[in-house]
């Protein structure tokens, strides 16, 4: 049980210490036979799995209210703008 449990480890420690050669080769041997849609397939998987689907922080702000609140106080800016400038043309 203690050699099984040893070779795991060994194996599990070399894939992760190796684990972008070990998809860099396996992306090369499916385009060298002609696979590109599972060849796409991987990458794009790769690619997308750091993503997140929201967004957590923008210009410093953190937080659903605080990033809504900023988002209003930047959108009132310009309108309030045209406001003044048509109240001093009257």
């Not at 794009?44 to 988002?71: L, P, Q, R, W």
Request: aromatic share 12%; net charge positive.
């Amino acid at each position: 049980m203690n050699q099984t449990t040893a070779t795991f480890k060994l194996a599990l420690r070399y894939c992760r210490d190796h684990e972008e050669l070990l998809r860099a080769n396996a992306y090369a041997k499916s385009w060298a036979c002609k696979d590109f849609k599972s060849s796409w397939n991987g990458i794009n998987k790769h690619n997308n799995a750091k993503s997140t689907k929201f967004v957590t922080a923008v210009d410093g702000c953190s937080g659903e209210d605080n990033i809504c609140a900023m988002c209003g106080e930047h959108f009132q800016k310009p309108y309030n703008a045209l406001r003044d400038y048509h109240k001093n043309l009257i």
